[in-house]
């Protein structure tokens, strides 16, 4: 997980030091922080929540959160392995902590292109 954190901001803004945290949650733990905090009672596979502060030596972008039971069953259906699912699902967080958007078709296929080019870099 570091790894791809750290290849992905390194790739994203080079020169920038930012504070990110990452969990790998269960699928009911996922679908609760949905409710709670997005008003939707569904499990997804990965959350991103932006950070509040953003001035300092090391300013907070935000939280990833990750779903490994649906990373994985994603993972059986794409037919590649856990992590390269959990790596593109930690990728997709991030762009989304950067200001990338994929609620329209455009923003979506500038997202998976991005995606896809940092899972190669990773070598996944």
């Not at 922080?33 to 030596?57: H, I, M, S, W, Y």
């Not at 939280?63 to 930690?90: C, D, G, M």
Request: aromatic share 8%; with cysteine.
């Amino acid at each position: 997980m570091l790894r791809t954190l750290k290849y992905g901001l390194s790739e994203v803004c080079p020169g920038k030091d930012w504070a990110i945290s990452a969990a790998l949650v269960s699928d009911p733990c996922i679908r609760e922080l949905n409710r709670r905090f997005l008003g939707k009672d569904v499990e997804t596979d990965v959350l991103a929540f932006p950070g509040g502060e953003q001035d300092g030596a090391n300013p907070f972008l935000g939280e990833i959160v990750v779903s490994f039971e649906t990373a994985r069953a994603q993972a059986q259906r794409y037919r590649h392995s856990p992590e390269k699912e959990v790596a593109l699902l930690l990728l997709h967080g991030l762009l989304h902590l950067l200001g990338y958007r994929d609620d329209t078709f455009a923003g979506a296929g500038k997202m998976h292109a991005r995606e896809l080019e940092l899972l190669r870099g990773l070598g996944l």
